[in-house]
């Protein structure tokens, strides 16, 4: 025992230590960028698994990314072995619920199957919803214009404050509110769940539901949370339910909940994140153990007194903190001031040339960041010109491709029938030459009956003749029933992919396609939809076996009689003839991990030498040796916002300072800020210069002289 928890401690400074080795309870780290919080909060689930002899089951650990949830597991199981680290739950809030949702699905009013559906399916969603409450696309209230996008914001924010519709203390138009309430009704119906509605239905089944608590207060001891700051307020209130210090029931323990977290790289307010957690979680958490580490041991001196000296420009702070390093001084932070963007963006290709071919610098090891997503084209374009390979994160995200979404829409429609946003994207992919009318008088059925639109196709093809139509339905159905089956091995579940796609005809279609493209374009649809089968069949199911609520029964002696009412099946089915997961299973945890991926990170064929090109907002919690931030330029950091709707500058201008400083303290060895004195874009070019944070920096740390790179 002494041995392993001499490892796990190992390296650690003393305040480090003090949490890690903690007696179990809760716990607030408050700390600056790069003091080691996410080192401290791995180092601390093994420390529980090894030393107090915590079920790894039984442990929640909430990454903000499922990247870092990813990474998070491959650091563990160094300390701790895969078979741990695989009953370990590390996961986003939203994937998490999305397991809780599924695990407890029918108490939740949904099925096993409920299908995840993004913006995209939510804009068109509204739209329809719109069109049938007669509204026009576009509508004035109280002199601002709102579209459906405008309208799908407003049930998102009243979603995220907890409202549903018709609540008490809703401060929503009414025009809005018939709105969010058929868009509900109709997301209930097709047993479709949006992102803010995983989190915010976990928070209701908890608090409604005694025999959920009972269970998940059975399931989690120990809850761990990273970059806390970022929390939403109905994250913090799923906090509260999932640990259960709130609706406790009588002699249940409330779990014990470590949080770590800096305030001043809060940088997701705009999306409803409160720092002012961190002052509610002291008081409704309390007693509280709270530690505060100071020493900083990713940047270079230089780079860390430039992140000091923007960061106090700032007026609030839930703590002062000025971070120290031992590491060495090593060289200046560097400006670079460009005639415009284009040439900026080439000045930056240079540069990483020559760190690549003078100073030996690995690819992986550059970044470069940029406030915006617009910015990364042509840096892009750069990038290919001076032979750069690159990663792009945030760009267009894999799993928004047409082939992908449609291919995923079939899938979608298989397991779940009453999903009318996949019907109404597939039912004409590859054409069927169902027209426009027939599908007018299906929907209009779908509306008199209140059914789903492949209900009312069914309906309208008994009464017409539609061979085509027919033919679609009676495809569903042959690829329905066989997901009930269960896949002997992973080739079953290759085997149906390419059946789905061969025989609803969209291997056909995007052969063709891919085909018909140029021939040296990078858009193979066909080799996509390849890629997509393999991505299917390559993944790690565990959550089937080894993560969800299934097995949970195993370890809890008093959840017994409800492990036992969930699996009758285990118990009545002959050990040879037991097979537990049907393709569909399958087919739905992927589709959820997909549908949860944000654009932030998915990105198909990473290359693993390249140089990573990302948003700040991307960047966080990551580092690297070298960063280049692109447009450290005014207009764009802060960045210069043409919105009607305003809200407070003072505070807009902190979130983008804490965005600087989140940036900043990416980089360990070598900073570059990069700013152009005319900024190009799409619809011309307009004058800039140096960001107005450039003068809030330590002016004795920066430097323009380059020559160290021609070394
Ligand atoms: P951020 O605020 O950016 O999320 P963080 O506080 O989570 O940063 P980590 O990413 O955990 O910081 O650690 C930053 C770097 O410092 C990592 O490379 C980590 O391995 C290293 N580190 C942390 N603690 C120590 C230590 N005691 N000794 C040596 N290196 C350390
Ligand atoms: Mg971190």
Excluded at 189 to 214: A, G, M, W, Y
Excluded at 490 to 510: A, H, K, Q
Excluded at 674 to 702: K, M, R, V
Aim: glycine share 4%; charged share 30%.
């Amino acid at each position: 025992m002494k041995n392993s928890e001499q490892r796990i401690i190992d390296g650690l400074n003393e305040e480090q230590r003090e949490v890690v080795t903690a007696q179990r309870q809760n716990i607030l780290v408050l700390a600056g960028a790069g003091t080691g919080k996410t080192r401290v909060l791995v180092s601390r689930i093994a420390y529980l698994v090894e030393h107090c002899g915590v079920d790894s089951n039984r442990i929640l650990a909430v990454t903000f990314t499922n990247k870092a949830a990813r990474e998070m597991r491959e650091r563990l199981i160094g300390l701790l072995g895969e078979y741990s680290v695989r009953r370990l739950w590390a996961y986003t809030f939203h994937t998490a619920s999305s397991h809780i949702l599924r695990n407890f699905a029918e108490e939740a009013g949904l099925t096993r199957n409920f299908t995840i559906i993004d913006t995209s399916d939510q804009l068109a969603l509204v739209k329809r919803v719109m069109q049938d409450l007669n509204l026009p696309a576009d509508i004035c209230v109280n002199g601002i214009r709102y579209n459906s996008r405008n309208y799908l914001q407003k049930i998102m924010d009243e979603k995220s404050r907890g409202h549903r519709p018709g609540m008490e203390g809703s401060s929503i138009l009414p025009c809005f509110y018939d709105v969010y309430a058929l868009y509900q009704t109709r997301c209930d119906k097709s047993d479709q769940v949006d992102f803010e509605e995983l989190i915010l239905r976990t928070c209701e089944l908890i608090e409604s539901n005694p025999q959920v608590r009972h269970y998940i207060r059975l399931k989690f001891q120990e809850i761990l949370v990273d970059e806390f700051q970022d929390t939403s307020s109905l994250q913090y209130r799923w906090l509260k339910l999932v640990s259960g210090i709130e609706n406790l029931d009588p002699g249940k323990h409330p779990a014990n909940v470590l949080i770590v977290g800096d305030d001043d790289q809060s940088i997701y307010g705009w999306r409803g994140a409160a720092v002012e957690n961190m002052f509610y979680f002291q008081k409704e958490f309390s007693p509280v153990k709270l530690v505060k580490l100071v020493q900083n041991y990713r940047s270079t001196k230089a780079i860390l007194s430039n992140a000091n000296s923007l960061i106090k420009n700032n007026s609030k702070h839930v703590a002062e903190k000025t971070l120290i390093t031992r590491n060495p001084d090593a060289t200046m932070v560097k400006l670079m001031e460009s005639y415009d963007s284009s040439d900026e963006a080439d000045e930056i290709a240079k540069i990483i040339r020559k760190l690549i071919d003078n100073l030996k610098k690995d690819p992986s090891e550059i970044a470069v960041l940029y406030r915006t997503n617009a910015q990364s084209r042509m840096i892009e374009k750069a990038m290919v010109e001076y032979g750069v390979d690159y990663n792009i994160y945030g760009g267009a995200r894999f799993f928004d491709r047409e082939e992908i979404k449609n291919t995923l829409a079939y899938l979608r429609l298989i397991v779940n029938p009453e999903d009318n946003i996949s019907f109404n994207r597939i039912v004409n992919v590859p054409s069927r030459k169902i027209g426009k009318v027939t599908l007018g008088k299906i929907e209009a059925l779908r509306r008199e009956f209140g059914i789903s639109m492949f209900k009312a196709a069914e309906m309208y093809a008994l009464k017409n003749k539609s061979r085509s139509l027919q033919n679609f339905i009676e495809l569903i159905h042959v690829f329905s029933a066989r997901v009930a089956e269960s896949p002997k091995n992973m080739d079953d579940i290759v085997r149906f992919l390419e059946s789905v796609i061969e025989d609803s005809g969209l291997g056909t279609y995007y052969r063709e396609k891919s085909a018909m493209d140029d021939a040296d374009s990078s858009n193979d649809r066909f080799g996509n939809i390849e890629e997509l089968i393999s991505d299917i069949s390559g993944r790690d199911y565990d959550e089937l076996s080894d993560q969800g609520f299934d097995n949970a029964g195993e370890v809890l002696e008093d959840g017994k009689e409800i492990s036992k009412s969930r699996n009758t099946d285990d118990n009545s089915v002959p050990e040879n003839k037991k097979m537990k997961y049907t393709i569909a299973d399958f087919i739905q945890i992927y589709l959820s991990s997909a549908a949860l991926m944000p654009s932030s990170e998915l990105l198909k064929s990473e290359e693993d030498s390249a140089v990573n090109l990302m948003t700040i907002h991307c960047s966080k919690g990551l580092e690297f040796e070298v960063v280049i931030i692109a447009g450290f330029e005014k207009g764009l950091l802060p960045l210069e916002r043409y919105s009607s709707i305003k809200t407070d500058q003072n505070a807009h201008i902190e979130e983008e300072r804490r965005l600087a400083y989140v940036a900043i303290t990416r980089a360990k060895e070598l900073l570059f800020l990069s700013c152009a004195n005319w900024h190009s874009s799409y619809d011309g070019q307009y004058p800039t210069g140096p960001s107005p944070f450039t003068y809030e920096l330590d002016s004795c740390s920066i430097d323009t002289d380059m020559n160290f790179l021609d070394a």
